[in-house]
């Protein structure tokens, strides 16, 4: 009977777990580079459709976009926390309106404008105030 060595060596085991584990973690990386992507989609989509309502801040499309900036931008991210800021002085902005008060609508427009330079930004997608306006 031949002697055969069944004994494994630390190569082999590397190589047996590397063929077990490989795919794993390849599509554990994928799953997450794909929800990275959706996640800045979504904060793309919101950017836009206040870009693109700018003018007409009473619009559904825009009021939705700003009721969803909480939801997308994250509180942990130095970036996307300085829109959460930007947002939280604009809605509280939006929430002292006095009629008496004849720059409160000017006012409103500069809270608007830095939000959304605040979010041009975070996503790369930045364009100067004074083009915002």
Known sequence: MPNI???LKITDLIMILAV???PIVAV???????????AYE???????????TRANTLA?????AL????????????KEKAVIEAWKLYLAHLNSFDEKDTSWGSRRNDYFIDLLYTMGI???V?????YLK
């Open 42 to 52: 979504r904060k793309l989509a919101i950017f836009k459709s206040l870009m693109t």
């Open 20 to 22: 077990f584990i490989g």
């Open 122 to 124: 975070s996503i790369g």
């Open 5 to 7: 060595d069944y004994t």
């Open 126 to 130: 930045s364009f100067e105030k004074s």
């Open 60 to 64: 559904v499309v825009h009021v939705e």
């Open 67 to 78: 009721n969803t900036i909480d939801v997308e931008f994250n509180n942990n991210n130095t």
């Open 28 to 38: 554990r990386l994928t799953d997450k580079i794909n929800e990275t992507k959706k």
